[in-house]
């Protein structure tokens, strides 16, 4: 059965291929008989293959519907137009076998004509235009087909041929068949634009996840290689898109994590045939970085066509030698001469890194270039950033324990000067300027003060007056008055931490085990005119200064070891100069951010002006020091000028001090009523109160900040501010009945009180009870308050004066010291407004104006 069934599907194809395409069969086919049996199955062939044929007719009609319609309309209007053709053109024959015609038949006969002619000219447009879109319409089929086989730089070459032919014909954009062109190519490139995707990812893969990236030049399933997809980018002009997209990825799958220099382990680069990879561990080394970035350079000048590594090298590696050398390169920068070698490893390292990569071909290199030639330039920025680093972090972590220091002074005095200090219990009055630490220059004129206010500068009764520390009944017994011989053989008798001299280490020259003088020496010896003084002074400063001075000198050691022989050769060698600039801009740094750390510390501002004073000092001796050395260079001496930064820091520090001062006087004056009269207050004894209570929670705060003179000079300000502003309203009071002044007297008597705070034995005992916190004053002890606030002695004679009568008042300033602190006018003004206006007063008031200087001038 499976014969006859062959042979009638053989004669079927027979029939089938001469029907459509008119060929013959071979003779095996035709030899066949045809049978009865056979002819059922051809005729079913037959006419399964007419209703394919007709299938495809029918889809194709549907397709070309329009097109059809639109060539039929087109095939209508040329028969109609040659069929009007025709009869013009027999009219015309017939008109000429006329033997006469008139002028206007020959008018119409010629508009005819160039009816015609235009005619003719439109269809032979018409023609050619649409033969032209037709050929534009063939082109983009090919390219179509172009695209299908991957054949990216064909159809890219086709399309441009299509947009030119499209610009030939002779048609508006506008028309419709034009457009749907225009349309379908644009399609088209942007098909061919994403098979050009697919084929570029193929070749060119970054993984930033895994961390590879592979290049390959050409691949055997793609018809398109590399140098190919070049001239694709360049005609979608994407070479600088593609190529920073394309090291975009570089950096995030291989250079960043590599140079992440914070990660405990760091990642190394391999490279293997067309693949780039980041894959076991490396070192933290300047050299490693840059043998793996050397073969990240060399992997692409390999693997990518010249042209884009002309473009990476042009606008894209200048991003990544700034990472390199700001992270990388800054990173391996010492602060310090130490690890100098591997600084200068480093800087060898890259100059060679920079040749190596122009040899492969990349310029724009600026930037690593100029890095190794500014080296020296980059470690002198690197010292200063972590000098002004170190003193903002140690600023910034507080003040720390507070620590004692002394400071201790060495002048030569006379003797009177030295008994007169002694007498004053040994504390030097600081000046208003100075804030006490130069005091000590004017210890002269000082003391002559101290004598002549009213007694104040007496010792307490059975204190020693502390001329035995100075040695001067050594060495003068014969002169001595016998009667202070006596005193003084009882006055031994008194604890030795009683003395006011041995605190301040006036006797410490002097060899200790020296036995005493006798009374009454059988020879005596000649008195010396001078004595060396030494004064000594303890106050308390932060934990900052140690560090800051430690920054300072390790800084200046090393700009001095940069001017020995051991480092010429060195490349930082020509930046000592710099490094001896550093201190000034440390020190610049403290005195900028110290404020804001300092305040809000308790007597912060205290602390502030001891560190910098502390500073000062230090700074000062270590200069002296510096210029003595003779293990340093001439050079090095020379180069170190701190002279204007030890001023600053003095300025510096009476600054806090002078704002500290001015800060609590405001406070102070506030508390009593600010500009408005406190006796006009409602109550003004709290305010009194008030403003003594914390003049003493002030004086208590700094007793353990400031050394004693300096305390002094502080309370003793806010002291006299007190007394200022007392005084300042009661003068301004247009009267003062005799309630009143018995009012106001006890407010004073509430302001005295603060004389406890300058009582001698406050200090005297400290060697007991700690600096600065004595016990309770001893009987009849004279307090030396008046030294140190001027307006104090002016405040108890306004006492007085309030509570005496006219008569006293009169022998105030005849008889008494009235007159030292009061003008005339002031204690008449005082008069007028406690007493009555009666000859008694009038005669009081002529006889003050008359005698304004009853004491001399």
Same mark, same amino acid.
């Given at each position: 059965?499976?014969?006859?069934?062959?042979?009638?599907?053989?004669?079927?194809?027979?029939?089938?291929?001469?029907?459509?395409?008119?060929?013959?069969?071979?003779?095996?086919?035709?030899?066949?008989?045809?049978?009865?049996?056979?002819?059922?199955?051809?005729?079913?062939?037959?006419?399964?293959?007419?209703?394919?044929?007709?299938?495809?007719?029918?889809?194709?009609?549907?397709?070309?519907?329009?097109?059809?319609?639109? #060539?039929?309309?087109?095939?209508?209007?040329?028969?109609?137009?040659?069929?009007?053709?025709?009869?013009?053109?027999?009219?015309?024959?017939?008109?000429?076998? &006329?033997?006469?015609?008139?002028?206007?038949?020959?008018?119409?006969?010629?508009?005819?004509?160039?009816?015609?002619?235009?005619?003719?000219?439109?269809?032979?447009?018409?023609?050619?235009?649409?033969?032209?879109?037709?050929?534009?319409?063939?082109?983009?089929?090919?390219?179509?087909?172009?695209?299908?086989?991957?054949?990216?730089?064909?159809?890219?070459?086709?399309?441009?041929?299509? !947009?030119?032919?499209?610009?030939?014909?002779?048609?508006?954009?506008?028309?419709?068949?034009?457009?749907?062109? $225009?349309?379908?190519?644009?399609?088209?490139?942007?098909?061919?634009? /994403?098979?050009?995707?697919?084929?570029?990812?193929?070749?060119?893969?970054?993984?930033?996840?895994?961390?590879?990236?592979?290049?390959?030049?050409?691949?055997?399933?793609?018809?398109?290689?590399?140098?190919?997809?070049?001239?694709?980018?360049?005609?979608?002009?994407?070479?600088?898109?593609?190529?920073?997209?394309?090291?975009?990825?570089?950096?995030?799958?291989?250079?960043?994590?590599?140079?992440?220099?914070?990660?405990?382990?760091?990642?190394?680069?391999?490279?293997?045939?067309?693949?780039?990879?980041?894959?076991?561990?490396?070192?933290?080394?300047?050299?490693?970085?840059?043998?793996?970035?050397?073969?990240?350079?060399?992997?692409?000048?390999?693997?990518?066509?010249?042209?884009?590594?002309?473009?990476?090298?042009?606008?894209?590696?200048?991003?990544?030698?700034?990472?390199?050398?700001?992270?990388?390169?800054?990173?391996?920068?010492?602060?310090?001469?130490?690890?100098?070698?591997?600084?200068?490893?480093?800087?060898?390292?890259?100059?060679?890194?920079?040749?190596?990569?122009?040899?492969?071909?990349?310029?724009?290199?600026?930037?690593?270039?100029?890095?190794?030639?500014?080296?020296?330039?980059?470690?002198?920025?690197?010292?200063?950033? +972590?000098?002004?680093?170190?003193?903002?972090?140690?600023?910034?972590?507080?003040?720390?324990?507070?620590?004692?220091?002394?400071?201790?002074?060495?002048?030569?005095?006379?003797?009177?000067?030295?008994?007169?200090?002694? +007498?004053?219990?040994?504390? &030097?009055?600081?000046?208003?300027?100075?804030?006490?630490? $130069?005091?000590?220059? $004017?210890?002269?004129?000082?003391?002559?003060?101290?004598?002549?206010?009213?007694?104040?500068?007496?010792?307490?009764?059975?204190?020693?007056?502390?001329?035995?520390? !100075?040695?001067?009944?050594?060495?003068?017994?014969?002169?001595? %008055?016998?009667?202070?011989?006596?005193?003084?053989?009882?006055?031994?008798?008194?604890?030795?931490?009683?003395?006011?001299?041995?605190?301040?280490?006036?006797?410490?020259?002097?060899? &200790?085990?020296?036995?005493?003088?006798?009374?009454?020496?059988?020879?005596?010896?000649?008195?010396?005119?001078?004595?060396?003084?030494?004064?000594?002074?303890?106050?308390?400063?932060?934990?900052?200064?140690?560090?800051?001075?430690?920054?300072?000198?390790?800084?200046?050691?090393?700009?001095?070891?940069?001017?020995?022989?051991?480092?010429?050769?060195?490349?930082?060698?020509?930046?000592?100069?710099?490094?001896?600039?550093?201190?000034?801009?440390?020190?610049?740094?403290?005195?900028?951010?110290?404020?804001?750390?300092?305040?809000?510390?308790?007597?912060?501002?205290?602390?502030?002006?001891?560190?910098?004073?502390?500073?000062?000092?230090?700074?000062?001796?270590?200069?002296?020091?510096?210029?003595?050395?003779?293990?340093?260079?001439?050079?090095?001496?020379?180069?170190?000028?701190?002279?204007?930064?030890?001023?600053?820091?003095?300025?510096?520090?009476?600054?806090?001090?002078?704002?500290?001062?001015?800060?609590?006087?405001?406070?102070?004056?506030?508390?009593?009523?600010?500009?408005?009269?406190?006796?006009?207050?409602?109550?003004?004894?709290?305010?009194?109160?008030?403003?003594?209570?914390?003049?003493?929670?002030?004086?208590?705060? !700094?007793?353990?900040?400031?050394?004693?003179?300096? !305390?002094?000079?502080?309370?003793?300000?806010?002291? %006299?501010?007190?007394?200022?502003?007392?005084?300042?309203?009661?003068?301004?009071?247009?009267?003062?009945?005799?309630? /009143?002044?018995?009012?106001?007297?006890?407010?004073?008597?509430?302001?005295?009180?603060?004389?406890?705070?300058?009582?001698?034995?406050? #200090?005297?005992?400290?060697?007991?009870?700690?600096?600065?916190?004595?016990?309770?004053? &001893?009987?009849?002890?004279?307090?030396?308050?008046?030294?140190?606030?001027?307006? #104090?002695?002016?405040?108890?004679?306004?006492?007085?004066?309030?509570?005496?009568?006219?008569?006293?008042?009169?022998?105030? #300033?005849?008889?008494?010291?009235?007159?030292?602190?009061?003008?005339?006018?002031?204690?008449?003004?005082?008069?007028?407004?406690?007493?009555? $206006?009666?000859?008694?007063?009038?005669?009081?008031?002529?006889?003050?104006?008359?005698?304004?200087?009853?004491l001399g001038e």
């Amino acid at each position: 059965m499976a014969g006859p069934e062959i042979q009638a599907a053989q004669l079927a194809q027979a029939l089938i291929d001469f029907s459509v395409q008119g060929a013959f069969p071979e003779d095996t086919v035709s030899s066949l008989p045809i049978d009865a049996e056979s002819l059922p199955a051809a005729i079913k062939a037959l006419a399964d293959t007419k209703a394919k044929l007709q299938a495809e007719i029918h889809a194709i009609n549907e397709e070309t519907a329009d097109d059809v319609k639109a #060539w039929q309309a087109n095939a209508q209007s040329v028969q109609d137009d040659i069929l009007r053709s025709k009869a013009l053109a027999a009219e015309i024959i017939k008109a000429s076998e &006329a033997p006469v015609v008139s002028g206007n038949t020959v008018d119409e006969i010629e508009a005819k004509a160039d009816f015609l002619i235009r005619e003719l000219n439109y269809n032979a447009q018409v023609v050619e235009t649409l033969k032209g879109i037709k050929s534009v319409n063939g082109i983009l089929d090919e390219v179509e087909q172009a695209r299908d086989e991957r054949r990216i730089l064909d159809a890219l070459h086709l399309l441009e041929k299509s !947009w030119k032919q499209l610009d030939t014909v002779g048609v508006n954009r506008t028309c419709r068949a034009v457009k749907l062109l $225009d349309i379908r190519a644009f399609e088209l490139k942007s098909d061919v634009h /994403e098979v050009f995707d697919n084929v570029w990812n193929t070749l060119i893969n970054v993984d930033v996840e895994k961390q590879t990236i592979s290049i390959s030049s050409s691949r055997e399933d793609e018809p398109m290689s590399l140098e190919d997809a070049v001239i694709g980018l360049k005609a979608f002009k994407e070479v600088d898109q593609r190529m920073a997209r394309l090291w975009d990825g570089i950096n995030k799958a291989v250079l960043l994590p590599r140079m992440d220099i914070t990660k405990d382990a760091i990642p190394s680069i391999h490279t293997q045939d067309n693949t780039l990879e980041l894959k076991g561990t490396t070192d933290k080394t300047t050299y490693a970085l840059f043998t793996d970035l050397e073969r990240v350079f060399s992997f692409l000048v390999q693997k990518l066509p010249p042209n884009l590594i002309e473009t990476i090298s042009s606008n894209l590696l200048p991003e990544t030698i700034g990472k390199i050398t700001n992270v990388c390169l800054d990173s391996a920068v010492p602060s310090s001469l130490q690890a100098m070698d591997q600084f200068q490893e480093v800087i060898e390292a890259a100059k060679d890194f920079c040749a190596r990569l122009e040899a492969l071909g990349f310029s724009n290199l600026g930037g690593l270039r100029e890095w190794t030639e500014n080296a020296p330039r980059v470690w002198l920025s690197k010292c200063r950033e +972590a000098a002004l680093h170190s003193v903002r972090t140690k600023l910034s972590q507080g003040l720390g324990a507070p620590k004692r220091v002394e400071k201790v002074e060495k002048q030569m005095v006379s003797k009177l000067e030295g008994q007169q200090l002694v +007498a004053n219990g040994a504390a &030097a009055v600081a000046s208003d300027d100075d804030h006490g630490w $130069d005091a000590w220059d $004017d210890g002269e004129e000082a003391a002559q003060e101290d004598t002549a206010t009213s007694g104040a500068d007496v010792p307490p009764d059975g204190d020693d007056d502390g001329t035995d520390a !100075w040695g001067w009944g050594e060495e003068d017994p014969a002169v001595e %008055d016998p009667k202070e011989v006596k005193e003084g053989t009882q006055d031994n008798k008194v604890d030795d931490e009683d003395d006011p001299a041995e605190a301040w280490g006036w006797g410490d020259e002097a060899d &200790a085990s020296e036995p005493t003088a006798p009374q009454n020496p059988a020879v005596p010896a000649p008195e010396p005119q001078t004595r060396e003084l030494v004064l000594k002074e303890s106050y308390s400063i932060s934990s900052l200064p140690k560090p800051v001075l430690d920054l300072i000198f390790a800084i200046v050691e090393d700009g001095a070891a940069l001017t020995q022989e051991n480092y010429a050769g060195s490349p930082v060698a020509a930046q000592a100069a710099g490094l001896f600039s550093l201190p000034t801009l440390a020190l610049a740094m403290f005195r900028a951010v110290a404020p804001h750390y300092y305040a809000p510390e308790v007597a912060g501002n205290m602390y502030l002006y001891n560190d910098s004073t502390y500073l000062a000092e230090q700074l000062a001796e270590f200069a002296t020091a510096w210029k003595t050395r003779d293990d340093i260079s001439t050079r090095a001496q020379n180069m170190l000028r701190l002279d204007n930064d030890i001023k600053s820091l003095r300025s510096f520090a009476n600054r806090a001090y002078t704002n500290e001062l001015g800060i609590q006087k405001t406070v102070l004056r506030d508390l009593l009523g600010g500009e408005q009269n406190l006796l006009h207050q409602p109550d003004a004894a709290a305010s009194i109160s008030s403003a003594t209570a914390r003049v003493r929670a002030l004086a208590t705060a !700094w007793e353990e900040v400031l050394a004693r003179s300096v !305390w002094q000079q502080a309370v003793g300000g806010l002291v %006299d501010a007190v007394a200022a502003k007392m005084i300042a309203d009661v003068t301004d009071l247009p009267s003062i009945g005799q309630d /009143e002044a018995y009012n106001i007297a006890n407010l004073i008597s509430s302001v005295e009180e603060l004389d406890e705070l300058f009582l001698p034995s406050r #200090w005297q005992s400290q060697g007991q009870q700690g600096e600065g916190k004595g016990g309770e004053g &001893a009987e009849g002890e004279v307090p030396v308050t008046a030294q140190f606030a001027g307006n #104090w002695l002016r405040l108890k004679y306004l006492s007085e004066v309030l509570q005496s009568n006219l008569r006293d008042v009169r022998f105030l #300033w005849v008889e008494g010291e009235l007159s030292l602190y009061f003008t005339a006018e002031e204690v008449v003004d005082l008069v007028k407004a406690s007493f009555e $206006d009666n000859a008694r007063t009038r005669e009081v008031i002529r006889e003050i104006r008359g005698n304004p200087t009853p004491l001399g001038e």
